[in-house]
Each structure stands twice: as structure tokens, then as C-alpha cells.
């Protein structure tokens, strides 16, 4: 016999596995037997109430044992001999594409213009310390893509797009806590994540794909409409039997480089803001109603949204217990990103707070077309750069002066390691943009008590939410219509928002380019 019930349990007593399984029995109405057990399915923090509780869906099975799911890399064979198909770009989308390309019995060969995670810190390290930005290896470019060192958040709406469990049981294979085939919101940290990472590159080598680092895609090879392969690096060239295109969200010369050849770009809905920061304790106490966040709670998070102006205003990419991080991908421009280690222990909390960009905010750009988006997302980065003293200081205010239009005579603390600097933000910001996020803020203040203070700093920009330009391809083959064998996938190609989404869309694509092949 087989059950499933709802449990709440305290967080006190979240790792008690035999108070777990008599709640359980008790839901189920079930009298304790030797055969008998309790697998939790999935696992959730319900803070509606006066005190925070967990929710546990279990099964519970009697006289049966819970059903084990195979190993996935078991079932994996070499494919060194086997068609080749390349993949721009090492990020979720194109590792998780290669996993499913050798699954099929396919060999790809990827190509990323950043270095190996391992390599990838030294330049992560020369941002931080010293301004100094490799437009090839950064927080968007190298292995692992802009996820891995950007808090390596694994939740996603994206349930139709595919399996969200075969991703996950994937990142578990590769050594990630199995606690995120469970928790509602799953999270591995940016200290783990490039060891997970690593560990997927050495099964791709293992089972006989290639990966090329320090090898940026600078043309593609084409005879007639169909693609047959790419140069690296402006010199060598590589053909293959498809090409999936996984290069991200700020791999803005690959854009161009469509555009030259003439392969369809579309625009893309995108939005742009800043990066709130508060202090962590300030929302636990917010959101748990508790002056000390009670044991084994994790850092409180919070999402936020409104209307302004008929135009949406949003939390996003919210880092509990996490950092402020530069994320630029090329001198004279100032992004920034967040993100978490494991443990999620960071005294700062800090959320993307954006508003969506409309067609009233790209008019003074109208002349460059379908990068109409991109130019305006550059001439905000650059403002905010250009504001500064030459480094990576962010420009910052804090948010009660933000919103009142004055200029911050100081600071409050931040996690952002390369230091702020008090800055107009609310003229720096387009005014659509300043506008909107001012009324955001004060109603966010309304929504969540204690939101709404000076305590907290505005920090610009945050503006690599999502590409301007899309990609387009065939719904149903996947591949774009004026190039045949060309598979845009993931978030540079605008069909992907976050890991698990980038991962699952590569999947897809990989499964499309083998029905192609046949």
C-alpha cells in the first residue's frame, strides 16, 4: 500500500527522522510497522502563520519499498566515433545539451571563449580587487556559464519545458546535496557549484566530447542556408553535423555577427533596475516575525511585485544571505549581479529590484533597430561607469534618499566587495526606469512592513536580467528557419531564465538535433 499526506513539522525538529515518520503514520492513520517507511518528496517553508513551519509532502509505504530511480550515467556509452555536433558555450544550456547529446549516442564538441572554473577565479579575483575586466572571463563568461559564480539558484518555473527532475538527478550524479531533488526551492552555492561543474566537463571528456576553452567563436561556416561549423578564434576551423547555438545573455558579438549574416534577430521584452541590499537579519525579522531567526531556518528570502504605470515593477534573482557581485563583461560599464555561498550565512540580503523596459524607453535608440534593447542596456552601464573613478565601484544611494530625489551624504554596509560610491541614481537611471522603481519601492514598503528604509542600499545597475534580443527558431524542430542545422538554445538565445530553465532548454535542443541527424 502506498499513501501521501502533508505533514507540518517545526523547524527545530526538521531533521528528526523518526518524529517525521510518526507525523506521517499519524496523517495517514497508520498504525507503526517494521514495514514500513517514510521518503519525503518534497519540502517547503510556510511562513504565513505566526510561527514558520515546514511542509513535507511524504510518501508512505507499506509492505513496499519506494521505488529507486536508475542512475542516469549508467547509461551512458563513448561516443568518441560518433557524429560530431558542436556547441557554443559552456554554461547550464550547453553542458546539459552535451550530457543528452551522449546520451543519444551523439559526440559534441564545445567551444567557450572563458576559461575552466578553476582558471576562471583568477580573473573573478582581479575584478573584485582591481577594476580590471576580461571581456573573455568573468561573472557571464567561462565554464559553468554566468550561474556558476552568481549563486547557482535551482528553482524554476519552466515545468512544461521538460523533465526538471532528470536535470536535478543529473547535478546529484555530479555531486550536488540530494536535498535538491526535495526542497522547494533548491539552492547549491557558489562555493560548490564549480566542483559540480567540473565534475560534468569530466564526464563529457570521459565518455569522448570535446571541450576547447580560451576558444571564442569569431564566424560561423556556412554553405548555401546550412550551417556546417565556426572558426575559433579568427583562425581554426571546426565543422560538425549541427550547431547549438548556448553562448548567454551578454555574448552581445554574437548577435552582431547573426545580424551580418543575415540570420533574423528579434527583439525581446527585457527589464532593468538596480540591486537592493538590505541587511539579512532585517528580513528575517520581516518575513519569520522573529528578532533572531530561529535554528535551522534558512536565510529568510522574499519576492516582490506591482504595477506602476501600467508597466510591472519586480524582485528578482533574490540572494538571501548573499553578496553583491561586479558582473561586467567589458571595460567602461558597471553590472551588477548577486549571489550565495552554500550556507547562505552572509549578514546582506540583496535582490535584482527591475522594472520591465517598453517601447517609450528604446525610442531614443530607434535607429539601431532590433539592438535598439542592447544599446539602451549599454548607455546605462556605461552612465554608471562613467560616474565613477575608472574601477568597478558601483554607483549607490540609499533607498529612502533614492526615492526622494537626494543625494546620500554616506553609505550603509554592503557585501559588494569592490566598494560604492553615493551616486544621483535616480538621474543616472533613465527616467522611465527612476520613475517607476521610486513608486515601486514605497509600495513595496506597503506590502512588506520594514522594506521601505534608509538602512538599505540602491545599487546600480542591474541590468543582465535577460537578453534584449531573442534568437528565433522553429517551435517544433528547434532550429532557426533561415539556417539550417543552427539550434539557438538557452537564455542568450531568449528561451531560458536561470539554470534548471537553460539546462532543460538544452536538453530539448539536444534531443531536436538528434531527430535532425536521422
Known sequence: MIKEVEIKIQPRAIEDLTLIKEEALRKAKLKPSANTEVVVRRRSIDARGYQPVYRLLVTV?????????????????NVNNAPSVIIVGAGPAGYFAALELIELGIKPIIFDRGKDVQ??????????QFGLVDAHSNYCFGEGGAGTYSDGKLYTRSHKRGSIA?????????????????????????????????KIRETILKFGGEIH???????????????????VNGQDEFLGEATILATGHSARDIYKLLF???????????????????????????????????????????????????????????CPGGLVVPAATAPGEIVVN????????????????????????????????????????KSVEKAMWAFGDGSQKAPSQRMTDFVNNKISKDLPPTSYIPGLVSAP????????????????????????????????????TESRTSSPIRIPRNPSTLMHEDAEGLFPCGEGAGFAGGIISAAMDGQNVAKAVSQFLK
Open 119 to 128: 582558471a576562471r577565479r583568477r580573473d573573478l579575483r582581479a575584478i573584485q
Open 260 to 318: 551580418n549574416k543575415k540570420i533574423r534577430l528579434e527583439n525581446k521584452p527585457f527589464a532593468l533596475g538596480v540591486r537592493v541590499e538590505h541587511s539579512q537579519s532585517l528580513i528575517d525579522e520581516i518575513q519569520y516575525r522573529q528578532e533572531k531567526r530561529e535554528e535551522n531556518l534558512p536565510a529568510s528570502s522574499y519576492k516582490l511585485v506591482c504595477q506602476i504605470e501600467k508597466r510591472g515593477v519586480f524582485s528578482f534573482c533574490m
Open 425 to 460: 541614481m535616480h538621474e543616472l537611471l533613465p527616467e522611465g526606469i527612476s520613475r517607476k522603481l521610486q513608486l515601486g519601492m514605497r509600495e513595496f514598503g506597503r506590502k512588506m512592513k520594514g522594506y521601505f528604509t534608509a538602512e538599505t542600499n540602491v545599487i546600480g
Open 338 to 377: 548577486g549571489m550565495s555561498m552554500s550556507r547562505r550565512d552572509s549578514p546582506f540580503a540583496n535582490s535584482g529590484t527591475v522594472v520591465a523596459v517598453q517601447e517609450d524607453d528604446l525610442l531614443p535608440f530607434a535607429n539601431h533597430g532590433v539592438f535598439a534593447g542592447l544599446e539602451f542596456q
Open 213 to 231: 576553452f580560451d576558444s571564442h567563436v569569431t564566424d560561423f561556416v556556412f554553405h548555401e542556408k546550412k550551417i556546417k561549423g565556426v572558426i
Open 166 to 198: 532528470k536535470a536535478l538527478q543529473l547535478l546529484v550524479e555530479h555531486g550536488a546535496v540530494s536535498d535538491i531533488m526535495v526542497d522547494a526551492h533548491p539552492h547549491i552555492g557558489s562555493n560548490k557549484l564549480p566542483k559540480i561543474v567540473a
Open 61 to 77: 509505504y507499506v509492505d513496499e519499498k519506494p521505488t529507486v530511480e536508475p542512475v542516469i550515467l549508467e547509461q551512458f556509452k
